[in-house]
C-alpha cells in the first residue's frame, strides 16, 4: 500500500478511539484502524477478551477457555473474573487451573482485541502503543511468581516480547531478546511491596520499549536487539498469570485493576 493512502475503520461497537495498524501479519502502518482508550474509573472491557483456568465444562482439566468480548461486556462475572462496583476488575488463578495449549501454567488473563470477532489484528512496532495500568496484588503462589502484564507477538513463534513479572518484592521485565529464540533480558523495579498499589506502563513507540513502573522508567531498542522484531504483530494482556502449577485448589495468585488504559497511534 502506498503512504499517501490512509484506510480507517470505525469500530463503533468499541466507541472513540485511536489508530492501530491492522490486520494480521507486518501490517502496513497506513493500514489502520480506531479503537477505543480508556481513561480511568470503570475499566472498559470492549476491546478485550478473557481466558479462564477451567476448560469448557468448568473443569480445571482440560483446555483453558475464553469468553468473548460481547459476553464480557454484558456483564460476565465469576470466581475467576470479577467486575466490582467500583469499575474495578479482580482475578483469581489457582494453581490447579486448566491451561493453554503448549503452556505450563494457568491464567486468568485478559487479551487486547483491537477487532472482537478477529484476533489476527494487532498493531506493529511502529508508531506509539502504551499500556497504563493500576493493580494490587492480593495474593500469591508458593513460587512467589504472577505475572501481570505481557505484550505478546501474533506472527511468527508468538513469543511475549515482554513480561511483567512480580517476584519476592519487586517487579521483573522479563524481555525477550530475539522473536525466534527463548533467551530473556531481565529488568528489575526493587522495592515492590506484597498487597501495596503497582501502576505500570509499556509504551512501544517505533521500536523503543520503555517500561515504567511506580514512576521508575526502563528502555530497550528492540529492532535494534533484534531486528525481526520489526516483522511482528504485537497486542496488550493483563491480569494474572500464576507462574507455579504445584499445590492445592486454594494456592493461587489474585490481583485488582483499577485501571486499564490502552492507547495507539499509528504513522500515517
Not at 522495592?191 to 521508575?216: C, H, K, M, P
Request: charged share 20%; net charge negative; aromatic share 8%.
Amino acid at each position: 500500500m502506498r503512504n499517501d493512502l490512509f484506510a480507517c475503520l470505525i469500530l463503533v461497537a468499541c466507541g472513540f478511539g485511536t489508530v492501530v495498524s491492522g490486520p494480521g501479519h507486518a501490517a502496513d502502518p497506513t493500514d489502520v484502524r480506531v479503537v477505543p482508550t480508556d481513561d480511568h474509573g470503570d475499566i472498559d472491557l470492549n476491546c478485550w477478551k478473557l481466558t479462564l483456568p477451567v476448560d469448557a465444562s468448568g473443569s480445571t482439566d482440560g483446555k483453558a477457555t475464553e469468553i468473548p468480548v460481547t459476553k464480557l461486556v454484558s456483564g460476565y462475572n465469576d470466581s475467576y473474573f470479577k467486575k466490582n462496583a467500583n469499575g474495578s476488575v479482580t482475578f483469581w488463578c489457582p494453581v490447579t487451573g486448566a491451561k493453554t495449549e503448549g503452556t505450563e501454567y494457568p491464567r486468568s488473563e485478559l487479551r487486547e482485541m483491537l477487532d472482537p470477532g478477529d484476533p489476527s489484528v494487532n498493531w506493529t512496532a511502529q508508531g506509539t502503543h502504551i499500556l497504563d495500568a493500576e493493580c494490587r496484588i492480593s495474593k500469591i503462589p508458593s513460587s512467589s511468581k504472577v505475572i501481570i502484564g505481557q505484550i505478546h507477538s501474533y506472527t511468527g513463534k508468538a513469543k511475549p516480547l515482554v513480561k511483567l513479572q512480580y517476584f519476592k518484592n519487586r517487579i521483573e521485565a522479563l524481555v525477550k531478546v530475539s522473536p525466534t529464540a527463548g533467551k530473556d533480558k531481565k529488568l528489575t523495579f526493587p522495592n515492590i511491596e506484597f498487597n501495596t498499589a503497582i501502576s505500570y506502563q509499556f509504551q512501544l513507540n517505533d521500536g523503543l520499549l520503555t517500561i515504567t513502573v511506580n514512576g521508575e522508567s526502563q528502555s530497550q531498542d528492540i529492532i535494534d536487539s533484534n531486528s525481526g522484531w520489526g516483522d511482528e504483530t504485537f497486542y496488550f494482556k493483563a491480569g494474572v498469570y500464576v507462574q507455579d502449577n504445584e499445590g492445592d485448589e486454594s494456592e493461587g495468585a489474585q490481583a485488582t485493576f483499577s485501571k486499564l488504559a490502552v492507547t495507539h497511534n499509528a504513522k500515517r
